[in-house]
């Protein structure tokens, strides 16, 4: 047998050496990620006192959202009456009127203070966050807002409609199409938000996943379950009781459900 060459002893002696070096490179990162890079030292009474002001802040931007919105109420009652066409709405007590719009202009305000709101919570937690969590804040707060508005969309422009079109369908040629403005505007806004709410299950599956919760495995194998969920959560979220918007509502969630497999499948869990 030959011995070694100096070239082959110098690549021995070089691989462990770099070997070493990638470890404590990826330890590095590793801990990289989980500092915190803002940790302060901070009081109880000064974490309240932020709490304070970020509150503050939040109700003030909520109060001129709402103000804001009532100085143009009409607009907004008018778009919200377009899904209704053909029905004419009464007012069946002195000022329906005017407390609907308080609150529409309500709803409407706080869906405009919205990013305020987020961005207030955002900066109160984030000097406690590590690095590894600070890169998961961004998306999930992107995408639940991208998601709630679509959920929005979505009442708006197919679940409203169809509701509304089975119920005049229903009554046609029997009764005249007079509704309260009233309840008009509670099934409608009820319908518009419990949507934007239940468009946030991608995002508690990416949650799920990304902690380790749950894997994309787990969430495909309990998918009986979901359909069941699913069919609960249109019977139970939608004012209206067809079936029409209820199926529409419940195959909305399946095709949010499976989205967010595929979402946490992308993250590599």
């Known amino acids: 047998m030959t011995p070694p060459s100096d070239l082959e002893t110098a690549t021995q002696d ?20 989980d500092e915190f890079p803002d940790e302060v030292e901070m009081s109880i009474f000064d974490h309240l006192e932020e709490l304070r002001q970020r509150i503050f802040y939040s109700l003030g931007a909520a109060i001129l959202g709402v103000i804001g919105c009532f100085l143009y109420v009409k607009p907004i009652v008018q ?24 609150k529409v202009a309500g709803y409407s305000g706080l869906l405009v203070a ?59 040629g029997v009764v005249e199409q007079l509704w309260s403005i009233d309840r008009y505007f509670e099934f409608v806004l009820l319908l518009l938000f419990s949507t934007g709410l239940a468009f946030q299950v991608p995002i508690i599956q990416l949650l799920l996943g990304t902690l380790g919760i749950v894997s ?46 595929g979402m946490v499948v992308a993250t590599g869990r």
């Open 79 to 102: 778009l919200l009456e377009v899904p209704a066409q053909g029905v004419k709405f009464l007012q069946l007590s002195p000022g329906e009127y005017f407390f609907v719009s308080i």
């Open 114 to 172: 919205t990013p305020f709101v987020l961005y207030q919570i955002v900066q109160f937690v984030l000097p406690g966050l590590s690095l590894r969590e600070r890169r998961l804040i961004a998306p999930i707060v992107f995408g639940s807002s991208i998601l709630f508005v679509a959920g929005l969309g979505f009442a708006y422009i197919a679940l409203i409609p169809a509701a509304l079109n089975f119920f005049i369908n229903y009554g046609d």
């Open 14 to 33: 070089i691989n462990p050496k770099l070997a070493s070096a990638q470890a404590n490179s990826r330890s590095a990162s590793d801990d990289s990620v």
């Open 216 to 261: 994309s495995r787990q969430m495909l194998s309990n998918w009986r379950y979901v359909i069941m969920i699913a069919a609960i959560m249109g019977a139970v979220l939608t004012p209206s009781t067809d079936p029409i918007t209820q199926s529409l509502f419940a195959g909305a969630v399946l095709i949010l459900y499976f989205g967010g497999i």
